[in-house]
């Protein structure tokens, strides 16, 4: 999706087309920010869990498994926005 603009060149006589997309660059952006975020939390949360169990603190490693999951739920949902704005491109 993209909408065409018409500029004057610089000899101000000849227009000039000129594609400028229609997406919400700014919330694009956001969405890969944020999954980017909830997927290194996600991985923190995984390394944590591992040392916990070699520790023998199996129950924090459970706590530490279930926030684990629950930024990786979060990151799908931002790559699921995402996906559907470049979706609705093609």
């Known amino acids: 999706m993209s909408h065409t603009e018409t500029t004057s060149a610089p000899d101000k006589t000849t227009p000039v087309k ?3 997309p229609v997406i919400l660059a700014k919330e694009e952006i956001d969405h890969h920010l944020q999954a980017a975020k909830h ?3 996600a991985a923190k949360q995984h390394r944590e869990a591992a040392k916990q169990h070699e520790a023998g603190n199996h129950d924090k490693a459970c706590a530490c498994t279930v926030k684990a999951h629950g930024h990786s739920a ?7 926005e995402d996906i559907k ?3 609705s491109v093609i």
């Open 85 to 87: 704005q470049h979706a």
């Open 18 to 20: 000129t594609e400028t």
């Open 39 to 41: 997927h290194e939390e």
């Open 74 to 80: 979060m990151a799908q949902e931002h790559q699921t």
